[in-house]
Nanobody
Framework: QVQLVESGGGLVQPGASLRLSCAAS????????MSWYRQAPGKQRVLVAS????????YYIASVKGRFTISRDNAKNMVYLQMNSLKAEDTAVYYC??????WGQGTQVTVSS
């Protein structure tokens, strides 16, 4: 069955960097666009970034543009989210999602001094 497993979250100070990873299995990864979402406490889950099946046309929400980079490795069935210059408002649970609508379990990112 489809599995998406996120990792790489943690507690960091403002200005730090983290790289999230999402390991995919159970579907033909290279045929699907992939996305990262996040859900802050008490708020709705929102799209953060997405990438096409071939790794082109990355999309970012305005608040992370220039700080976050989405990438993928189709040979390894992995999608990544490099997060630089983290801010307190980036604190959320980050989820990986495939184009077919499958979700991972999420990984917590906390940015706090």
């Amino acid at each position: 069955q489809v599995q998406l497993v996120e990792s790489g979250g943690g507690l960091v100070q403002p200005g730090a960097s983290l790289r999230l990873s999402c390991a995919a299995s159970g579907f033909t990864f290279s045929r699907y666009s992939m996305s990262w979402y996040r859900q802050a406490p008490g708020k709705q889950r929102v799209l953060v970034a997405s990438i096409t099946s071939t790794g082109g046309s990355p999309y970012y929400i305005a608040s992370v543009k220039g700080r976050f980079t989405i990438s993928r490795d189709n040979a390894k069935n992995m999608v990544y989210l490099q997060m630089n210059s983290l801010k307190a408002e980036d604190t959320a649970v980050y989820y990986c999602k495939n184009e077919a609508g499958s979700w991972g379990q999420g990984t917590q990112v906390t940015v706090s001094s």
